[in-house]
């Protein structure tokens, strides 16, 4: 990794020094710049003693002139990871239709009724449905997948699936550790998610999305879906890593890390501003600004929400999405800011996880042997 350099020379073109992300010096002009000043914001000098540690663990980073095919890794990445998405969301679309088709007799329409019937549901009131509907969706979504992960983290059982734990060390979660990340947690969902999905709302209806209308295509769902994704990625990384800034880190970022093992609920277990800032807006803003029909925005929040949990869950299940990069960044605080790693790439902040045993076991786990036995760590070194 790293030690070949290929793509253009933009130095010689240029006659500039460009490093790492910032060959999207000819695309867009600002990123440079951003690029170059977060790196600066972003020196580890005045952090704490598990970043100095970092800073250490860090040594080994290959120096930035080496970094020169990131910009290709990440367009790559983007490409591989929105399009494995897609095939999924294909995948899961025609098989759910066509066993309600099957066993329900549900016609092609089935799911323009289902949302029919929602709207029904909420008196057929734009405003019921947009905001309590929205929030009863989002909450429902939440609690449910992490029901079951709450009762194996304290419970241990079922037994067979604690092969799965990533960091293996942690043991059962304490009754006392589990009720303080859910007081957090449904403090944030009141006092954040309540008026967030209100002034989103608002927002929505001035910008004309739709919600009793026609549902929109499959396509066009599908597209909205790698825009959101995208959008997210920008906002969330960024976002994230500004979080991170020394000067700030302790007052507001530091308690979603009080997590080096983190579990499904504390995805959202966060100081109420980096909720606002790291897990509402990015998630928000991109069917806000495709004027998309709310139902379109409930699957992508249904979708945000469960991939947030998995990636905080501390389990790697076979079938279900990796979760060891987010797990990494628990670990080791400055490395995968991202949540699709496609600036992680481009910024060059996963170099010391593309060196650790965690980059080996982030895959798709198909079979049911746990990657931690398939790439066991190294008896010389001390676990990643
Ligand atoms: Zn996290
Ligand atoms: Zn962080």
């Known amino acids: 990794m790293g030690e070949v350099i290929t793509g253009v020379d933009w130095q010689g073109v240029t006659g500039v020094d460009w490093q790492g992300g910032d060959y999207w010096c000819g695309l867009m002009g600002w990123l440079p710049v951003w690029n170059v000043r977060l790196e600066k914001m972003l020196e580890t000098k005045n952090m704490s003693s598990e970043e100095l540690q970092q800073e250490e663990d860090d040594q ?33 679309r025609n098989s759910i239709t066509w066993h309600c088709q099957r066993f329900w007799g549900a016609s092609g329409d089935f799911w323009q009724r289902q949302w029919d019937k929602a709207y029904l549901l909420f008196g057929e009131n734009d405003a019921m449905i ?86 929109p295509t499959f396509q066009w769902v599908v597209f909205e879906l790698i825009i959101f994704s995208l959008v997210e990625e920008i906002c969330f990384y960024y ?12 007052y507001i970022h530091k308690c979603h890390h009080e997590w080096t093992s983190p579990i499904g609920i504390t995805s959202i277990y966060a100081h109420p501003l980096e909720h606002l800032l790291s897990n509402m807006i990015p998630p928000g803003l991109g069917p806000l600004l495709m004027g998309s029909h709310l139902a379109t925005g ?20 076979p079938l279900l999405p990796s979760p060891e990069a987010h797990d990494f960044h628990h670990l080791k605080f400055n ?50």
């Open 130 to 215: 947009g905001i309590l509907g929205t929030l009863l969706w989002t909450m429902g979504v939440f609690w449910l997948a992490n029901l079951f992960l709450m009762v194996l983290d304290v419970t241990g059982q079922p037994s067979f699936l604690m092969k799965y734990k990533i960091q293996r060390n942690t043991g059962l979660l304490p009754l006392s550790k589990l009720w303080t990340a859910v007081r957090v947690v449904l403090f944030n969902q009141i006092f954040i998610n309540i008026p967030f999905v209100i002034i989103t709302f608002i927002l929505m209806s001035k910008r004309g999305c739709d919600i009793k209308g026609d549902l």
């Open 239 to 250: 976002s994230h890593r500004c979080l991170h800034h020394p000067r700030i880190y302790k």
């Open 60 to 92: 080994t980073q290959p120096p930035p002139k080496i970094r020169k095919n990131q910009l290709v890794d990440s367009i790559y990445k983007a490409l591989f990871v929105v399009g494995s998405g897609l095939l999924v969301i294909i995948a899961a």
């Open 335 to 384: 490395q995968n800011y991202g949540v699709l790693g496609v600036l992680d790439r481009l910024h060059g902040t996963d170099m010391l996880f593309r060196k650790s045993r965690a980059y080996q076991r982030h895959i798709l786990l198909t079979g049911l042997t746990p990657v931690s036995q398939q790439f066991p760590d190294s008896p010389s070194k001390k676990p990643q």
């Open 298 to 317: 409930w699957m992508w929040f249904a979708l945000a929400l469960v991939s947030t949990t998995i990636a905080h869950c501390g389990y790697h299940f």
